[in-house]
């Protein structure tokens, strides 16, 4: 994961479901990563860990896994995520706020 610095290069956030070539289209122009890609990235984050942290804890109980290191690390892992889509989503919440509370 990377982090992205806030630009005025960042397109606005469109319905993630559409949009997605001209997102992909700005993405070429300015050779920055929309906010939707770095949003939708965290968000893939923390699915892929919570799914290794459900698969470890299954095979933890079946007796398949040896070394609790691993678990632990992808617990870790997994928190890690968690609290970075968490930021993310409050530092959005917060700009969304500030932008509402402008006057014209």
Same mark, same amino acid.
């Given at each position: ?51 290794? =942290? ?6 933890? =109980? ?43």
């Amino acid at each position: 994961m990377y982090i992205v610095p806030i630009s005025s290069s960042i397109t606005p956030l469109n319905i993630l479901s559409q949009n997605e070539t001209a997102a992909a289209e700005a993405q070429e122009q300015t050779g920055q990563p929309s906010f939707a890609d770095v949003f939708r990235e965290v968000m893939n984050d923390v699915t892929e860990t919570q799914q290794v =942290v459900t698969e470890d804890s299954a095979r933890l =109980v079946m007796g398949e896994i040896d070394d609790l290191h691993t678990i632990y690390n992808n617990l870790t892992k997994a928190q890690i995520a968690v609290e970075t889509f968490v930021a993310v989503r409050d530092a959005c919440q917060q700009s969304y706020d500030q932008i509402m509370q402008t006057s014209l």
